[in-house]
Every structure is written in C-alpha cells, then in structure tokens.
C-alpha cells in the first residue's frame, strides 16, 4: 500500500461525527473499524466494491476500472441507481490488462484508455478506480491522473481503493475521499439560494429520490447536489455552496459531512427517508437548519402543514392493509442500517418483528431498536442461512425482508420472501414508498403460490430429494 | 474459417468477457458436497457470487480466503489453512476445490506447495479431497477457466481402473444448461449406457428444492464417480473447451475420446447418435428417430423468419461457434462476430472475421443488423440500436429459468430455434403509408401532364392509400 493510500485510510478511521470512534484511545483508532476477517467464513464486498458503489450513481462521468477483467467484467452495471439524464455511467469501462500489464507495468495502458473515452465520449470528468493486482505491481494511478489531466484538460480523478485495503464500507470512505480531494469545491454553482441543500450517501435506487424530491421542490428547498444518485460532476464540485448538508446512510460516507463542516462551515445531519416518521424528522430537521442559516421562518411552518397532510394520507393508505396483516411475523435481514427506520411504519401497519439484524447497526441503531420494539426482540449479529431456514421453516415468521442473497434461504424454506436490498424493483422512499411497501408485504403474504408449493407430494414427501442429500446428511 | 481479429484498444467497454476464476467455480459447483474457494480478496468472491446468483437464481456456496493487504504480500498460507479448516469444520464438504484470481497469482502463491504443507500440518483435513487450479484474472476468459478446472479435477481426482464397456464419461461444455446436461444423460441412457458427467450443474444448479439446508453444493457429480471416469470406455466431450480434460483422461486411464465441437445443430446430433449405437451396438432409437423428424419440421417453419437475417453476435468462442452455426445453417449470415479470447473454435466459424472485444464492438458492427445475440449485458446495445436481444451465454440476468433452456440435442435444437423465430416475428416490421414515395423523377413526370393535375399529384396522400392496399 503506498504511504499516502495508509494515510488515508488512518485518516478515515478518525471520525469525529463517530461516538464509538471518538471513545477509542488512539492506538486504538489506528487499527480501525474493520473486524478482521475469517478465511473461509468471509462475505461481503471488498473496498473497491464500495468505492464503486458509493460513486457509480454520478452519472455523467465515465468510471474507468484500471485492473483484470473481474474487477469491472463481473460487476458492471449491477445496481439500478437511476438517472434522469445521462446513461454513461451504466457503461462498463476497464483496461482489462493482461499478462504482460503485470510484467510491464499498466500504466501506459491506463493513459490510452483515458484518451479513449475522452475521445469517444467526452465526458465531463473521468473517475481512474485502483484494483488489487494494479496496486501490487506498483502502478501509480494518482501521477497517471494528474498527467492526463494536464494532458488533456480535464478533470481525472483517481479512486485509490483496491481490493485488499479492506471491505466495502472503507470503499465507501475512500471514494468519498477522492470526492473531497478532486472534486468538491472546484467549481462555483451558477446562482445560490438560502434554500439550497446537498443529500449525500443516497443512491436514486430505482428512482427512489424521485419519491422524495417532489416534497423538497414543494416547499421551494433547492438539491444542490445529491452525492451520489442521479448526481452529475459540475453540481457535486459546486456543492460546497449548499446551506445544510443531510447524510442519508449513517456509515457510508459521513467522512464528507464532517468534513464539509470543517472546510466550509456546512452544518449536517443524519435522516433517513425510509418511514414515515423518519420522513417527517428529515423534512424538519431540514427546515430547522435552513432557518437557522438565514432562510425565511415562514419555511418551519409550511414544513409543518406538509407533514401533516403527508403523513395522514401515508397512515391512511396502510390502515387499509391492517386487517389482513395484524399479527403476521416479518423476519428483517437487512445488514442493519435501514432496520430501525421502517419498523415503525411496518407495526403501523399491524407486522410484528420478530427479529432484526444489527450486523451494520451502531450502537445508537440498537438503542433504537430497543426502544420500537422492546427488549424482547430478536437482535443478532449474523445469522447463519442454516439458521434463518429453521426459524423460517418451523413457521416462527410469515415472510423475511432481506437483500438478495438470502432471499433462496427464505424461497426453499418456501417462505415469502421481500427483496429490500440494492438489486430490488420496487422504490420505498418517502411517505410513497412506505405504502408500496407494505403494499408488497401484503402480495407476497396474500399470493396463493404458498399454499401450492406446500402440498406435498402424493407419493410421499421425499419425492423431490436427489440421493446426493441423504449421503450429505450421513457424512 | 473466419479470421482472428484483435481489437486494437486500451480501454475495454462494456466488456463481453468473464473471468477466469468465475469459469473455474461453475466447474466445482458442478460437483456434489463440494466448496469452492477463491484465493483472493473477498471482493473477487463476492462479485462472482452475486453474478451466479442473478444468472442461476439459487443459494451459491462459494468461500473466500479473505486476503488484505499484508497477506498478500507476505504470502496467502496462513489464510489458505484457515479457510481449509474453517470450511472443514463448518460445511464439511467432501470435496474442497480452489482456484486463484489475479491478485494471488500477481504475488506468486505457490498454492501447490501450500496445500502439500497443510496435509502435513492438518490432519483433520484428512477426509477432505481438495483440488486446486491457477485461474489469473488477466488471462484468459469463464471458458479457460472451466477447461483448466475440469482439468484439475481430472488430474487430481482420477485414477485407471480396469474398463468398463458400458460406461462413458461427457464432458460438458460451460454453456451448457442443467436441463441441456438432462437432455444429453437422457440421450446416453436409452441406449442402455451409463454416463458419468464431469462436472454436473444439473444436480446442483437445477433450481430444486431440497428437503433440507446445506452449506455445499446440493448434487452433482459425485467423488465416487469421479474416481470411476477412470473405468469409462470411452470420454465424449462437448465443445473444443474439452479437449484437455479429455487428453487428461486418456493419459491417465489410456480412455478413447470424440470431441463434439458442438451439439446444437441437426448433423452434429446424428453424429452423436451413430457415437452411441456404435458404443451400445444398439439401434438410434424410435424416440430420437421421431425428433429428428420433428425438429426438421421445426426449421422448415422457422426458416422464413431466419433466413438472410443480418446477426451482430458476441460470445465466447464454443457458444459463438453452437450458435452462430445453427444460426447459419437457418439461412441467416454473421456480420459482425465478437469473441473473447484465441480459439480452434473459431477455424470453424462461417463468418468472415472474429473479433477479440468488448460489447463496444458488437454495437458498432450492429448498426445495420436485424438480430443480437450475446449475454444479459447486450440489453443497454439493443436498447439503443432498437434491435431484439437473442439472451445466451453467462450471465443472463433478467430472465427466469436460465437453468431450464436447452440448446443440445435434437429437441433444444429445436427449443433454441423456436426462440430465434418468435424474436423475430415480434419484431416484423410493419409498413406505413408514405414507406414508398415516388422519386422525383417520377414526381416531375406525372406532375408535367397538365398543370392543374399536377397540384393534386404533388400530394402524396391521393395515391397512397391505394398501393397501401393493394401491399396489404
């Protein structure tokens, strides 16, 4: 890892706006956050991974991935972040090196590659994203950028976050980093408002800012910049004149939040859109620090009427669905950010929780938790699927919400089963998306395919087993 | 016949290709009670993972060794060992494959020496078969990457044994689908022979429900049948891809080997059959003797819609050889080929050229052409060009049922053909009023019998609705 990648990363694990952070000793905060992982029993994404992620949705640069064909060839355009412009970030672009690249050294190939899609697509900016193998042999993608950028006149950024630096959630750091460092503050916006605001850590997943920003123009708030969902490279370098910041997901990139605090004095906080009262807290907390930054008071009022109109027709259009789904047991599995921001509308709607995972949840998510739902809920820190198919099998929850990759364990449990992670269709942001949501609680429960697939079998249960299962079970 | 081309760019976009290691952890998903490992950053694994959930729709059983950044450096051992004993102790497989990816292989990892060590210092492995195989990212593509780990399995797991005369052993390609692998046992077994198939995703990846949670693969060849390939009386392989574990088998256990380049296609299925009825010294029997009637039926409808039709097509070699074949055998013509890495596979191919690139390339030789036909990521090219999308290969992620598509013998043939007919009707173009104006010289003509006639004339909509009619 060359120093200033280590630099960094010592940097990102001094995090001010962190409680847990803050109480460590600093021999302590050095080795960071990161819980080592186990060879063998390990899941999840690696740093570029969530580099990736975290700043893929700016959509109208070209994201260029300098490594083998795995890193981008096996992930390129996998989320659906939305745009309402430019597509080219959903085009996958990679120096795809070969053998002789590690001899040899990639560099000279990163170099064409970026006159290539300079020259083919002109965008605005060009991201350089660092992967393992690169990093290993040496190639220096920050002198790369910076000889291109003098060469051709146009911001390239490099993404220093290989693989091995650590899992996806330092990623997400890094790539925010690199916001900071190249991008952020590089420009001025056309006009200013004392309404302007930037959301950052939200994604545009399937569209779902679009549930949420009619809310924000309604009430004349300006989105200076979303960091990064339907972002575009001009609106983000100019986002250091926004009034207020809000942070959307707790832990992927509060390093920008804090730091446009220190640099610019832009105050921030943390809200979630997912749930009705959480909605309500976000659009008032908006307002508040708005007023406080010189927008008109009148803006605390009109905020205050909106909720109310708001949140009565949210609760509502999910009384309706009260009746059929009191009682019924969800199981969320949902890595833990999001948890406790929906389970206050999915009890409005008469679910009971039986059980949350916190996995990714801080200390402050599980107090939370606790609070809504009490000390008797189920909180764990990892199931394993073997686990959640028993829990799911024996019938102790009606239907799980979870991200797609446990969704077979629910599926051969032949248990309902809710995607409410980055690879889903439907949108659940704002007082629209809580609706939709308990909307497809209900079609997933209420759909007559579950009692189909429990008939057994007329000439006995097993009828389905292939003998490769017994031997397994012997051994 | 085509020629190789080599896309001369830096920058691969919107790449066709897949990786090596991805290749080599559908082999191993193809064996029973087995794990596959990664020998890499857990970023490696997890890609892959979600990749072969999107495209398989099932639980993926697939480990990682979890390297940082110091055991890069300093060498993978000490997470190799605790991912072998991790894995031991909790899903207790009998069969442990691994396969490196790039950033292992950029270090040096001597995976071979690593694990003759770790026999020596885990004795609790003991019952656990491992099988290693060097996948680099930066060489080759999915395709090498299962060729090599077939091989590895061969190589690691197969020993001779004394032959038996009815057992044969296929050798699938990685294209193939679990109900193409169903189809060809089913093929093999009625003509009274026992096939073993190595690997076989049709036990494991075939979207059943098993009766109970497993942290391995649910089916698939089993070890005790991969030992005995070694007693087959004959290896058929499917593919050119093949080939090496083939050579494998006959170098260990002296097996006679036939390499099918493809088996989609109405010839090289009769090929296969007479391979069977030699083998069995049995008849083709009635039931194939009727496909065969019915599939020649299937292309006699289906050729008006595929003949002279223009197919920009991307794929890795043996896929774009099956396909593009059949394709040409149903009158259409390959304008522009894509491919990902070298192969003899593309000798064969009726095309002019093939080119080594991206999906960047197919688009661009697509412009004027009626059909696309390459994998998931295509959707982005044929939104744009306004084109119908023919979804095969790896990975195919916005559609259901991928493992129950059959493109291999008489009746996936058939299936496949049916497929590429009613894509291209939906996509028959419809005429309307104004698609065949009179040129000007015509125009100037008619207009010049009388001046006031002329006024009328000039207005096309007078005389168009007539031939409109007369077209439909």
């Not at chain 1, 009746?323 to 409005?348: C, D, F, M």
């Not at chain 2, 409808?301 to 593009?324: M, N, Q, R, W």
Request: hydrophobic share 40%; glycine share 8%; proline share 5%.
């Amino acid at each position: 890892m060359s120093a200033s990648l280590k630099a960094r990363i010592a940097d990102v694990f001094d995090e001010p706006g962190c409680d847990i952070n803050q109480g460590k000793s600093d021999k302590d905060r050095k080795k960071g956050c990161t819980k080592q992982l186990l060879p063998g029993a390990a899941a999840g994404g690696c740093a570029f991974d969530g580099a990736k992620i975290a700043l893929q949705p700016i959509a109208d640069v070209v994201h260029l991935v300098h490594g083998p064909i795995a890193c981008e060839g096996n992930s390129w355009d996998n989320r659906h972040s939305a745009s309402s412009g430019s597509q080219i970030y959903r085009t996958g672009f990679t120096t795809d090196i070969n053998e002789l690249d590690v001899i040899y050294g990639g560099e000279k190939r990163l170099f064409k590659s970026i006159r290539e899609v300079l020259d083919k697509y002109d965008p605005p900016a060009v991201f350089v994203y660092q992967t393992c193998v690169t990093a290993l042999v040496g190639d220096d993608i920050e002198a790369v950028c910076k000889r291109a950028t003098e060469k051709f006149g146009k911001p390239i950024i490099p993404i220093n976050a290989p693989g091995f630096a650590g899992p996806k959630n330092l990623g997400n750091k890094l790539g925010a980093e690199a916001l900071l460092d190249y991008v952020i503050g590089t420009l001025e916006p056309e006009f200013t408002t004392s309404y302007d605001i930037n959301i950052i850590g939200e994604y545009n997943l399937v569209g779902e800012l679009w549930q949420v920003k009619p809310l924000l123009d309604a009430l004349g708030i300006r989105i200076l910049a979303t960091i990064a969902g339907d972002g575009r490279y001009n609106d983000i370098a100019s986002a250091h004149r926004a009034k207020v910041n809000m942070m959307v997901c707790s832990k992927s990139m509060i390093n920008i939040a804090t730091k446009m605090q220190q640099r610019w004095g832009i105050p921030y906080f943390e809200g979630s859109f997912y749930g009705i009262g959480d909605m309500s807290d976000s659009l008032r907390q908006i307002a508040k620090l708005l007023v406080q930054q010189g927008a008109p008071t009148d803006l605390l009022g009109r905020t205050e009427r909106l909720i109310e109109v708001e949140e009565a027709r949210a609760y509502k259009r999910i009384e309706q669905f009260k009746e059929r789904l009191t009682g019924k047991r969800v199981l969320l599995y949902t890595g833990g950010v999001k948890s406790w921001s929906i389970v206050a509308a999915l009890q409005e709607a008469g679910l009971v929780i039986v059980g949350t995972s916190v996995k990714k949840s801080t200390q402050n998510d599980r107090e939370k938790i606790k609070e809504l739902m009490g000390d008797d809920v189920h909180m764990f820190d990892n199931m394993t699927p073997r686990e959640m198919y028993a829990m799911l099998r024996d019938a102790r929850a009606d239907i799980m919400l979870s991200g797609g990759r446990t969704q077979f364990v629910a599926l051969k449990a032949r248990m309902p089963w809710l995607d409410i992670n980055q690879e889903r269709y439907h949108p659940y942001g704002g007082y629209e998306g809580i609706v939709a949501l308990v909307r497809e609680i209900d079609r997933a429960i209420a759909n007559p395919v579950w009692q189909q697939v429990r008939i057994p079998a007329p000439w006995g249960d097993d009828g389905e087993t292939l003998g490769a299962v017994s031997a397994a079970v012997s051994a | 016949m085509a020629s190789v081309i080599d896309s001369k760019k830096a920058c691969a976009v919107n790449p066709l290709k897949m990786s090596q290691p991805l290749g080599a952890t559908l082999a191993f998903l193809g064996l029973d009670a087995c794990m596959p490992v990664m020998h890499g950053s857990q970023g490696c694994t997890s890609f892959g993972l979600v990749l072969m959930v999107r495209h398989f729709k099932e639980a993926i059983p697939l480990q990682t060794t979890a390297m940082n950044e110091v055991t890069s450096i300093l060498g993978g051992y000490d997470n190799l060992e605790a991912a072998l004993v991790n894995i031991r102790n909790r899903a207790a497989p009998k069969i442990i494959a691994i396969c490196s990816t790039g950033l292992t292989e950029t270090k040096g990892d001597d995976v071979d020496g690593y694990l003759v060590t770790v026999r020596k210092r885990k004795p609790e492995l003991a019952d656990t078969e491992i099988v290693y195989v060097s996948t680099p990212d930066y060489v080759g593509g999915f395709e090498d990457g299962y060729q090599h780990a077939v091989t590895a399995i061969v190589r690691t797991l197969v020993k001779p044994q004394p032959v038996k005369a009815d057992q044969i052993t296929l050798l699938p390609a990685s294209y193939l689908s679990p109900a193409d692998i169903d189809e060809l046992r089913e093929i093999i077994e009625t003509f009274g022979l026992s096939v073993i198939v190595l690997p076989d995703i049709s036990g494991s990846l075939d979207g059943h429900i098993p009766p109970d949670w497993r942290g391995t693969t649910l089916g698939g060849t089993t070890l005790a049948q991969i030992r005995a390939a070694g007693a087959s009386a004959c290896t058929l392989g499917v593919g050119e891809q093949t080939r090496e574990a083939a050579q494998a088998l006959q170098e260990i256990s002296g097996t006679p080997m036939e390499i099918f380049e493809r088996l989609t296609g109405l010839e090289v299925n009769d090929r296969l059959l007479q391979k069977l009825a030699h083998i069995s010294g049995k008849p083709v029997p009635a039931k194939y003797r009727r496909q065969r009637s019915q599939l020649l039926d299937a292309m006699l409808d289906s050729h008006f819609y595929t003949g002279c039709i223009k197919v920009a097509i991307a794929a890795e070699p043996d896929l774009l050889l099956a396909v593009g074949c059949l394709l040409t055998d149903m009158g259409a013509k390959l304008t522009c080929c894509v491919s990902t890495t070298k192969s003899t596979s593309h000798a064969l191919l009726p095309a002019g050229q093939v080119i080594l690139g991206d999906l960047e390339d197919l688009e661009h030789g697509a412009a004027d052409c009626d059909l696309l036909v390459t994998h998931s990521q295509g959707r982005q090219a044929a939104q744009r060009l306004n084109k119908p999308l023919l979804r095969i290969g790896f990975p195919v992620f916005d559609r259901i049922g991928n493992a129950h598509r059959r493109m291999v013998g008489y009746s996936g043939t058939m299936d496949l053909i049916f497929e590429v007919s009613n894509l291209m009707l939906d996509h028959v173009e419809h005429h309307h009023l104004g698609d065949w104006p009179l040129t000007s010289e015509a125009l100037q003509a008619a207009r010049s019998m009388t001046a006031s006639v002329s006024q009328n004339i000039s207005e096309p909509g007078l005389f168009e609705p007539r031939l409109a009619d007369a077209s439909a």
